[in-house]
């Protein structure tokens, strides 16, 4: 499986934007996929996560401005971001989980600027 993110770019506070997750090979085989930011100097942390069977899940402080969603037929996963904030700023990785192995996109930079 290969992912390929896009969708990244240069927003205002308070905009939104989607991003997009591409793979290619058999989705079907992994139980999830997900979004992951790094933010310059900060750790990698989970943004959101759908499983095969299209059930999203956010971690705690990730609650209400993340909106993750899958089409299938697509073999693409996106995730919409609201009111954005300065602190959006990162990296947006996505990822796919087979059992106990991970497939990583390249990133896709966002950068929340006024």
């Known amino acids: 499986v290969q992912l390929q993110a896009s969708g990244g770019g240069v927003v205002q506070p308070g905009g939104s934007l989607t991003l997009s997750c591409a793979a290619s090979?058999?989705?079907?085989?992994?139980?999830?996929m997900g979004w992951y930011r790094q933010a310059p100097g900060h750790g990698r942390e989970m943004v959101a996560l759908i499983y095969n069977q299209g059930t999203p899940s956010y971690p705690d402080n990730m609650l209400g401005r993340f909106t993750i969603s899958r089409d299938n037929a697509k073999k693409t996963i996106f995730l919409k971001i609201h009111s954005l904030k300065l602190e959006d700023t990162a990296v947006y990785y996505c990822r796919g989980q087979r059992g106990g192995l991970s497939y990583w996109g390249q990133g896709t930079l966002v950068t929340v600027s006024s």
């Open positions: 090979g058999d989705i079907s085989s992994l139980s999830w």
